[in-house]
């Protein structure tokens, strides 16, 4: 098991920023891939960015459609750290962000893919009134 801790949750506004952070405590993969998801109330949970790194490698990032061009997912390994940076929010990114993570990246078509995270972390909510 690798404990995940998502933070930077919150409230804003319609056209407001927050960054989120994911700290994986003791995850030493050296090839590991990490992504985060996102689940409104009634809908399923959708990943909506990916990236990963190791053995000198920086695997392209991968983004949802629905976030492409306002989120930015990034690492800083020696803090073993991820995060995602989002901008111009709307109302309809309201919901409970959840970052997961998977020892080697998941085939391209697939890094945005659920079923392929192994490790989860428990969740922030993040609610954008308009």
């Known amino acids: 098991q690798v404990p995940l801790v998502e933070s930077g949750g919150g409230s804003v506004q319609a056209g407001g920023s927050l960054r989120l952070s994911c700290t994986a405590s003791g995850y030493r993969s050296s090839r590991r891939y990490m992504g985060w998801f996102r689940q409104a109330p009634g809908k399923e949970r959708e990943g909506i960015a990916a990236?990963?790194?190791?053995?000198?490698?920086?695997?392209?990032?991968a983004y949802a459609d629905s976030v492409k061009g306002r989120f930015t997912i990034s690492n800083d390994n020696a803090k073993n750290t991820m995060y995602l940076e989002m901008n111009s929010l709307k109302p309809e990114d309201t919901a409970i962000y959840y970052c997961a993570a998977t020892d080697g990246p998941p085939p391209v078509w697939d890094r945005l893919a659920r079923s392929r995270y192994a490790y989860w972390g428990q969740g922030t909510q993040v609610t954008v009134s308009s």
């Open positions: 990236i990963g790194s190791g053995l000198g490698v920086t695997y392209y990032a």
